[in-house]
């Protein structure tokens, strides 16, 4: 298998952005990789890429934004010219992470490196421990009554769970965006303003602010005139941008997603996923997905979670089965229970 | 006409019988008791409701609210009741929504639920609400007697009473609206770095308010009509002088009513019925009110 951070034949672009977009197909390892990009122009990628007929190969949701101006489409992972480390530099690093809910362990041992500027995808079954694991990288857990954290996990070689750490200063530094959508019952300017607001940032211009945080969500063009109406009034996938924009306002190194387009339409999905990719460039994305085209397609790394039943009491436990680059996870997996997973034979 | 596939059954909107499904006789004759029941039930309230009207109708007048009570009907009014109530609920309401709301912000927000403590006083939060109104009054007496106080007919005597009488019942209604308040939304807040506290004070709480405000208003109308607290008290009949201060004497209109019907004389039955038409009217727009509010303003997720 060809790495694709160094080959990415024009001729081929068609067929293996179709194997990326489907997951049966990548498994049998006949695209050249899962992280070509479609749109070199605009992505700035150099002149040795795509035939237009790649673009007939995009799904229609991104066809609808591909007409629009200042738009760019992603469907893969990393460009091809930027160049992914081999291993991940590890701005947040796990190790031998146990996280229980009282005396019941729902993650074991997991030891896990996530990349500065890189989007890591954790997938697996329902009931593996991704959504746990990824509450506990902000202490979001701290808030579930009975939830504890064994094992370290740091922040910039801090130990996040360390006592004199203040968990609000780590959730300010990594942010996160929920399932659902969930937008405050406040105007949109003040769904930006309120993490600035609380976290007592300096701010030299609120309205600044505000702008640029919408602007990078790619929500400032659709409700810059109606800044002080609720958030309510937004569409669903506009309001999971809101609250990408309102996480990106206080200005996080991390940005943590936990599902973030399993409620939202196709087309939302589409734009969610443009923008994970654009967000790439300033902050570090985890996202937690039940989709696995959504993980080849936005994924720099991918890590497959499964449960196993504990050999004495039958308690299921999350567990890491294997983390690699998401054009290996997708194409030449070494664990069996991937390879099973990623082609659909259960999960 | 026949249907495009004939299976022998009946075509939609034809019943077999007369008395199939819901017109079984077994259903119409529960229905015709559930009517029963209501009609019953909704009757002595009309005539209740009526014959005050047609009792008070004449004294409802400009000297119901500006005469303070005499010995003759005619010259007879409610205004230190009405004063009085006024007084009272108000002192009510401030010392008793702050302290319920704080509590039920506690129990809610900040309490493990995990310790016996903490249950025991939930459970018991809940019992207190069940409680007769009587002993609120008692326990008010006791603890102005503890205090020394000799004269136990005050405002603030009878908001403490009345207090006691409806904070469980603010507490319950506090939590209700708090626990309205959809998770996603404190996780939201915490995520971007809030402290509990923020996202209590910004976020949980003044989307509660509705909720509050409502329960709030029907405790007090609740509490506007109570009597009985306040008679173990000691509450004056005879008042001819404004309630002006925490401290001053004071009758409510239950009380002035209670009074006026246990004369013999029908001008003073005809006053009560009168106030009694002033106290429905202020229950009946406290309720509205807080049906207003929580159909304008209560949030929906």
Known sequence: MTDPTTTTPATTQGSSHAAAASAGATSTGTGTGATPASESGIDGMGPNNTSPTADSNLTDGADILHQQPGMTVHLTGRAASEALPEKP??????????????????????????????????????????????????????????????????????????????????????????????????????????????????????????????????????????????????????????????????????????????????????????????????????????????????????????????????????????????????????????EDYISGRFG | MTSIIDRGTTPLGHRRSKFSGERTPRALIFLVLIWACLAFSFLFLLILIVTTFIDGADRFTLSLFTEYPASSPDRAGARPAIIGSAWVIGTTAVLTIPLGVAAAIHLEEFADKRKWYNRVIELNVQNLAAVPAIVYGLLALAVLSFLGVQNKNIVIGGALALGLLILPVIIISTREAIRSVPIEIRQGSMALGASKWQTVWRQVLPASVPGIATGSILALSRALGEAAPLLVLGALVFLSFDPNGLLSGFTTMPIQIFDWTSRPQAGFQELAAATSILLLGLLVIMNGLAIFIRNRFQTRW
Not at chain 1, 126 to 142: A, V, Y
Not at chain 1, 171 to 184: A, D
Request: charged share 25%; glycine share 8%; net charge negative.
């Open chain 1, 89 to 338: 530099n590890g701005i947040i690093r796990c190790e031998d992470v146990n996280v229980y809910y009282g005396n019941f362990r729902a993650v074991t041992g997991v030891n896990l490196d996530f990349g500065f500027n890189e989007i890591t995808a954790l997938i697996g079954p329902s009931g593996c421990g991704k959504s746990t694991l990824l509450r506990s990288l902000n202490r979001m857990n701290d808030l579930v009554e009975g939830a504890r954290v064994e094992g370290k996990v740091t922040f910039q070689g801090a130990d996040m769970y360390a006592p004199e750490v203040d968990a609000i200063e780590v959730r300010r530094r990594i942010g996160m965006v929920f399932q659902k959508p969930n937008p405050f019952p406040k105007s949109i300017y003040d769904n930006i303003a309120y993490g600035p607001r609380v976290t007592g940032m300096k701010v030299s211009s609120m309205d600044d602010l505000v702008e640029e945080a919408l602007t990078k969500a790619a929500l400032w063009t659709e409700v810059k005139d109606k800044l002080k109406q609720s958030a309510f009034g937004l569409s669903g996938g506009q309001q999971q941008r809101l609250c990408i924009a309102r996480t990106i306002a206080v200005k996080p190194d991390v940005i943590l997603m936990d599902e973030p387009c399993s409620a939202l339409d196709p087309i939302a999905t589409v734009r969610i996923e443009d923008l994970m990719h654009d967000l790439r460039k300033e902050y570090t994305i985890v996202i937690v997905t039940h989709n696995m085209q959504q993980a080849a397609r936005v994924a720099d790394r991918t890590a497959f979670f499964t449960a196993l039943a504990d050999e004495g009491t039958g308690d299921r436990t999350g567990v890491l089965v294997e983390y690699a680059k998401t054009s290996k996870i997708f194409e030449s997996p070494d664990d069996q229970r991937t």
